[in-house]
């Protein structure tokens, strides 16, 4: 029976759910996982100029889809503890001695020229999953290391290690 109070009648359009199963992707960077951005020499502090090595993250679709479909995907740099300045945006160095050595990390998005925020998801764009699994997408970015102004230089072996994340 019709109801029998007065309604506006509710009509939605079809939609469709996909479903992405874990670990159907990988997430690949280039050159290495591990960037190295050489040796700073203390005595040319004045020609110290900031050191940038440029290095790509691929998605990687690896399992194929029924019907091939876009999606969005995300990317977040995790610090995982290290020490952050600039509003989340440098990762503060320190030696082998656990010493802050005078000098920041940022990772620069080459698309925009911006720093990424640490720990904070950004949008790494579409990737269009087929039945063949050849969907993938390449972000470029650069690793900048520099003098933190101001602050004492110290010698000897740096690193620091962040997790990529990329999710849909």
Do not use: C, W
């Not at 020229?113 to 390449?138: E, Q, S, W, Y």
């Amino acid at each position: 029976p019709p109801p029998s109070k007065p309604y506006t009648p509710l009509s939605v359009s079809a939609f469709n759910i996909r479903m992405i199963p874990d670990n159907s992707g990988t997430v690949i960077i280039s050159p290495s996982a591990t960037i190295n951005m050489g040796r700073f020499y203390t005595e040319y502090k004045e020609t110290m100029v900031p050191r940038e090595v440029p290095f790509t993250v691929t998605a990687q679709q690896n399992v194929g889809t029924q019907i091939p479909f876009v999606a969005p995907l995300a990317i977040e740099f995790r610090t995982n503890g290290l020490t952050l300045a600039d509003a989340d945006s440098t990762v503060i160095l320190k030696n082998n001695k656990q010493e802050n050595n005078g000098f920041g990390l940022s990772v620069i998005d080459v698309d925009n020229d911006t720093p990424v925020k640490f720990n904070m998801k950004a949008d790494m764009g579409p990737i269009h999953l087929d039945n063949g699994a050849g969907g993938r997408i390449i972000k470029h970015y650069k690793a900048k290391v520099e003098a933190i102004p101001g602050a004492e230089i110290k010698t000897g072996d740096f690193s620091a290690a962040m997790t990529v994340i990329v999710t849909y």
